[in-house]
């Protein structure tokens, strides 16, 4: 079964406004990814955020964690006409720290 | 340059044939992936090798056979392929000896079957 549910599935706004998209899992994890797939092409890490860190942020991306609530967000700042992509969240769970477990994707799209 | 690489790029096969699918990186990792990304655009697991072994092996059918002859290159073979078996293929590294941190991603196979 799939470890993480993002929401919204999509989100469509313009250019210069934030996005906001979240993540919940399941279970206990080890840290949690997020990653960026533009259409037709491989993804991208973005940041990871550690189960015992509360937020980082990396240029305008900021990334929240609450594992009492199994849940994370990404928010993107001043979005651009280029940040229109997928974005999934991506699960180490505790013990099984050799693999990622991906949630079901936001599709963003940015307009002008 | 390309960190990871993954060729060919598209396939498009009849059902029943074999095929295989290659990919190597030149990051010096030790660690390499195979997943699986549905038409639903969901990303799952199929294989993992750390060094040449097999450290992963998800409940994949055994029509699928992953070889890694060193620890740069991990191969996909697929016998008597089906219709299910359509997707987009991607294959991925990281550093040491588990897949906790960053994983770094090929531009993806995306297969056909007809």
Redesign the interface.
């Known amino acids: 079964s ?1 470890q993480g549910e993002e929401d919204p599935q999509a989100l469509s706004i313009q250019e210069g406004e934030n996005a906001t998209m979240n993540c919940s899992y399941k279970t206990s994890i ?2 949690l ?1 997020w ?1 960026r ?1 533009n259409s ?6 973005l940041i ?1 955020i550690r189960s015992n860190e509360r937020e980082k942020h990396s240029g305008r991306l900021r990334v929240t964690l609450d594992t009492s609530k199994k849940s994370s967000s990404l928010l993107i700042t001043a979005s651009r006409a280029a940040d229109t992509a ?1 974005y ?1 969240c991506a699960t ?1 769970l505790t013990g099984t ?6 949630g ?2 936001t599709r963003l799209q940015v307009t002008l | 340059d390309t960190a990871v690489s993954q060729t060919p790029k598209y396939l498009v096969t009849q059902m029943g044939n074999d095929k295989s699918i290659k990919c190597e990186q030149n990051l010096g990792h030790d660690t390499m992936y195979w997943y699986k990304q549905d038409s639903k655009k969901f990303l799952k697991i199929m294989f993992s090798y750390n060094n040449k072994e097999l450290i992963i092996n998800e409940t994949v059918p055994n029509r699928f056979s992953p070889k890694s002859p060193d620890k740069a290159h991990l191969n996909l073979h697929i016998n008597s392929l089906e219709l299910g078996d359509s997707a987009v293929y991607f294959c991925a590294s990281s550093p040491g000896a588990g897949g906790a941190g960053t994983q770094y991603f090929g531009p993806g196979t995306r297969l056909l079957v007809l």
């Open positions: 799939q080890n840290n990814q990653y797939q037709g092409r491989g993804l991208v890490h990871l997928s999934f180490v720290a050799s693999k990622l477990t991906f079901t994707g």
